[in-house]
């Protein structure tokens, strides 16, 4: 079985995840932490780092500029239905 990717642009939230020490300092994810933790060491999930800049979901959550803004739209194959035809 290939692992899934969970991308991610937080290289602080990678670091907790492969660190057990750290996670008793984060008692508010305590049940993701054992899931997360357990489906790492069963090699079902990989979490690779993303720069920011490549995270397409941004234009979802965050206000990023035009020039980013169109080139995510882009990427994600996303249309226009309100432009003229």
Request: charged content about 30%; aromatic content about 8%; proline content about 4%.
């Given at each position: 079985?290939?692992?899934?990717?969970?991308?991610?642009?937080?290289?602080?939230?990678?670091?907790i995840v492969h660190n057990p020490i750290q996670h008793?300092?984060?008692?508010?994810?305590?049940?993701?932490?054992?899931?997360?933790?357990?489906?790492?060491?069963?090699?079902?999930?990989?979490?690779?780092?993303?720069?920011?800049?490549?995270?397409?979901?941004d234009i979802l959550t965050k206000g990023v500029c035009?020039?980013?803004?169109?080139?995510?739209i882009d990427k994600l194959d996303m249309i226009d239905?309100?432009?003229?035809?």
């Amino acid at each position: 079985m290939k692992a899934m990717n969970l991308h991610c642009d937080n290289k602080v939230a990678i670091m907790i995840v492969h660190n057990p020490i750290q996670h008793d300092r984060m008692k508010h994810v305590e049940v993701d932490r054992f899931f997360i933790r357990e489906n790492i060491d069963k090699g079902c999930i990989s979490f690779p780092f993303v720069k920011s800049e490549d995270q397409l979901t941004d234009i979802l959550t965050k206000g990023v500029c035009g020039r980013i803004f169109n080139d995510m739209i882009d990427k994600l194959d996303m249309i226009d239905i309100y432009a003229p035809s």
